[in-house]
Structure formats: C-alpha cells, structure tokens
C-alpha cells in the first residue's frame, strides 16, 4: 500500500493547482466522500460536524450540504471560530454555502460555549473535522474542548467519523498529546504515514481511503509543489549556511566547470570553489569574479592532486565533479582516490566512467552519491543499453539505484529521477537544450541544492528548475539558446516557487 507524509501531500496538492485542478475541486470530492460515508452509517440522521477554520472544516462544510439535502437528515456544523477567521478562501466559500442550505451553524468563540450549546449531546453522529494534517504544535483551545466533547460523545456510544485524520494525530507518526476516537477515518487520495502506526490505530477506527479526483501527474512529475519541500534561506542565515558547493572539473574543457559553478551560485549557494588544473585555472578565474579558483597540479585531474583535495572537500558541504576533466587513466583513478574522502557527492560526465560496482560498495553507507548520466552514459554505467520504451528506462533506473545505493538523474526528453524506492518524473526543458554545457548546469544546480536538501528532492527539483530555466531562455532565444541563458533564468524560477 501507497502511503505519503504531509509534506508529499501538500505538494500534490500544489501540482494540482499547477496543472489546472484546483483546490475548491478537490474540497468538493472530499466533502462528498465524506457525505457518502455517512449515508452508508445507519442513524436517526442527527449529524453534528465539529469544523476547524482550515480545509479539513472545509471538507465538513461540502458534505454537511451534501447531507442537508437528503430527506431525513438533520445537519448542525459548529465552526470553531468566527467566519472571518476561516484560513482559506474555499472552505470559507464552502462555508458561505450553509447559509443558502438547510443546514444550522454556529460559530463559537470559546470551549465554554460548546458544553453549554448542547448539540453535541443532542448529535447522534458526530464528524471529526476540527484539524486534518494542518495541525501544528499543542493543541489550544477551542480545539482542545472539542476533542474531549467529541470523545465523551463516543464513550456514550455514538459513531465519529474522522475527516482525513482523528484531530490530534500527527499526520506524519510523530508523537500526540490527545486525539479524536473515531469508528472511521476516511482519507484522501492515499494512505496517510501517521495513521499506519500502533498508537494511532485506537484512534482511527477502521480506515477509508478515498479518491477525490487527483490527477497523476501531479503525484508522478516533479511540480512546483516539490519546490516548495526545498530548505529555506533562514532570516538569520550567515555565509554558508545556504551550501558551500566544490567543483572538481576541467582540464581539456575550462567552461564546463566554469558554468556547473555559475549554476550552483545562481541557485543560491553561499560558496562556491572550483577546483581545476593550473593549466586552465587562469582562463577559469577570468569567466567571473564570483568564482572561487583552487588551482590543482597540473593539466589534467591526477593523483597528486590528493595531497590538496580533501582538506577542499572538508570545507564544503558537497563535491560536483566531473564536468570537462576528460577521461585520462590517470584522471579516473584520480577520481576514484578522491570518492572515499566525500560525504556528498555529484558525479556527472566523465567521473561516471571512472564508476564501477565494487566502488559503490566501497563507498555504500560513507557517501550520498547523485548521478546525473544522459542516455549514453547510462549504458555504460550499467554495462548494458539504455532500455527502448519508457517504462523499460523507468525500471532500469529505479533498480540501478536501489542495487547501488544511488540516486539517478537520468536525463532526457522526460528526466527520471529515483533512489530506488521513489521515482518522479520531469518534463520542463525543451529541444533547445541540447545545446552543450547544460548538463554542466544542471550538476551545478543540483550540487547547489543537494548542499541543503535530500538527495532525491534536490535532484528531482533540480532536474525541474534547470528544465523551467531552459524553457524561460528558449521563449527569449529559440533554438540559439545557450547554456549561459539557462543560468540566468534560475533565479527567476527559483524567485517564482519563492524558495530563494
Ligand atoms: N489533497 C488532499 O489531501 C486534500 C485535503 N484537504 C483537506 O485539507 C486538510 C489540510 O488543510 P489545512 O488548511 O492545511 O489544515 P487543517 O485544516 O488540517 O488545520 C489547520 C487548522 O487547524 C488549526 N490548528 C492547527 N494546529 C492547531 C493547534 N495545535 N491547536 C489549535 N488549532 C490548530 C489552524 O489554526 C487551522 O485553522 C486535510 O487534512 C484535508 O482534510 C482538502 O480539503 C481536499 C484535498
Ligand atoms: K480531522
């Protein structure tokens, strides 16, 4: 069984909005599902919904219509607020609706009122809609009341169904204080995490997860509701704390890690170092004065440059490295001396052809890798061609991850990203970006954000900003864009997720 945290489903919900499914429809279908299991509940029809100002009260409002419409049926809501304290604007619609239906409110403004309003007594089924996974912190009053009156209702035998969650639960296992007891929780879209749990089963009644009409893809590719599970920049942030990110490029190339440095920067790294050959260090440092240039040894990447790299790894919070270091014998076992000192890593290009299974497994358990391989590289990596269909390429990443403890960004027309359990898809980017250098971009970008977040989110959402960035550069440039406009349009998509 599919189960989600809250985070996940706020995200979802999020990429609803995005792809045009919006909040006020999925309110609907859950406050009908609600309606429907209280009509398949036999009872004298005395329903009383005790409604929080969020959108788990907002449910109760749509099926409190739903019910006042059927014969027989007798509905009461108690809003624990006034109106104008309503949180959202489609559960205060919904809630605007009771009015022109035979339905009885009443707005209370503290627990004394609710004792002495008597309709809990009076209720012979009360719905738990007080909070949902909204709830934050201790419970204060009214909601507190609420609880206990709900409770005492169903010590005297009278059914309580659950909206989404028994108010009180935490929606992602954590611990409680107190909480609803419900005969029935009825969930939505999927299985919540803090419902599965020993302690929260006294308290859940039997469990119903319901549809309400999400579509897929909101749940399937990677949407600005993933953007929004990224790490803020704190108001008392001091230098660092937004990611000190270590390139470890060039050599035949001096752009590529030129630009996957530029790209970390843009996407809100603090510090960033990149270190590369003495031979191009020179032509490196003049790309930018926001550059921080190690110079190495030599010409390419090779072993000696050990003696200054891990003291440079220590001092970052993440390693992008491959991008321009060419493959030379001596760059690949360079490479591979340089992986056990890492803790976090971004391999990409051509540091992937110095991967090989038994240094995975050295490195399993020490170091989170990403690799971030195209099609080709893929191949190698796996020792076999790059599957034909989609679903093929989907299987064969999410089992390369999980068999080498890896997250993979495997890039092309549609990005699939997995660590072996979870897989999203990302479809921004466009044909123009097969320009060269954005994959250099894109190691940056997600080295950027890897230094502050998971990894699979920070190559999920990297996978989506670099695409997003690419399509905002090709509606200025067309096909002629380069990977440079990719990197200036990061901070516009990263200004518009407001996560900068
Ligand atoms: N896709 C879906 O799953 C849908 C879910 N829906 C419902 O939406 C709620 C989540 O709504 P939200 O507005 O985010 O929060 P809540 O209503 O759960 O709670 C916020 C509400 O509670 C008050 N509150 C929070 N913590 C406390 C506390 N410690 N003490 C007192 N009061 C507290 C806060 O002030 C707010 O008023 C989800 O559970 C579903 O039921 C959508 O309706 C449909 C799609
Ligand atoms: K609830």
Redesign the pocket.
Known sequence: MKYISSLR??A??TNCSYLGLF?LQ??EN?GAAIAQSIKEKPGSGKVLFVA????????AFVAARHLAGIPGYNVRVVLLGKDRDI??E??FHNFSLLRFSRVQTLEIRDSSQLAACGWFSEADMLVD????????????EP?STAIDLINRERKAGKPVIA???PSGLDPDGRGFEKAVYADLTVT??RMKTGLLNEQAKEHTGKIKVVE?G?CADAEQYVGPGDLQILQKRKPEAHKGNAGRVLIIGGGPYSGAPALAALAALRAGADLVTVAVPESIAGIVASYSPDLIVRKLSSSVLCPEDLAILPDLINSHDVVVMGMGLGRAAETLEAVRNVLPFCRKVVLDADALSALSGPLFETLAGNCEIIVTPHSGEFARLRGMETPGTFEAREKAVREFSEEKGVVTLLKGKIDIISDGKQTLLNRTGNPGMTVGGTGDVLAGLTGSLFSRNPAFLAAACAAYINGAAGDLAFEKEGNALLATDVIKKISEIIKEAEIG
């Open positions: 489903m706020k979802i919900d909040p999925l309110m859950a929080g100002r969020g959108n788990n009260g907002g449910d949180g959202t489609e559960a809609a007080i909070f949902g996974t909204g709830i934050r912190g201790n419970i204060k909601e909206v989404d969650i939505f879209h309400i999400v």
